[in-house]
C-alpha cells in the first residue's frame, strides 16, 4: 500500500516492541536510502496490535490481500474501527 505497511512478526522475549520498530526503521530506511538514492523517513508513530498463534494464518491472508480490503474501507477507517 502506498501509505502504510502490515507485518507479522515474531518478537523474542528479550525485543521490546519499541527497540524492534526502531531497528527496523532505522534500518530499512537506511537501506532504502543507499538502494534508491532518495531520501526515506518513516512516520513517528506506529500501530501494534498481538495476535495468537491460532489467529497466525488469517493475519498473513489479510496482509496478502490487504490491497482488496482497502478498496473496500481505506485504511484510517479500517484502523480507527480496530481502536475502538
Not at 14 to 35: D, I
Not at 53 to 72: F, G, L, N
Request: glycine share 4%; charged share 25%; proline share 4%.
Amino acid at each position: 500500500m502506498p501509505d502504510h505497511v502490515h507485518l507479522l512478526i515474531a518478537l523474542p522475549a528479550k525485543l521490546s516492541l519499541t527497540e524492534a520498530m526502531q531497528k527496523l526503521k532505522a534500518n530499512s530506511s537506511r537501506w532504502l536510502r543507499e538502494q534508491t538514492g532518495v531520501p526515506f523517513a518513516w512516520q513517528k508513530g506506529y500501530g501494534a496490535f498481538s495476535v495468537s498463534i491460532t489467529a497466525t494464518s488469517a493475519v498473513v491472508d489479510y496482509i496478502r490481500t490487504q490491497e482488496e480490503h482497502h478498496r473496500k474501507r481505506d485504511f484510517q477507517a479500517e484502523f480507527s474501527a480496530m481502536l475502538r
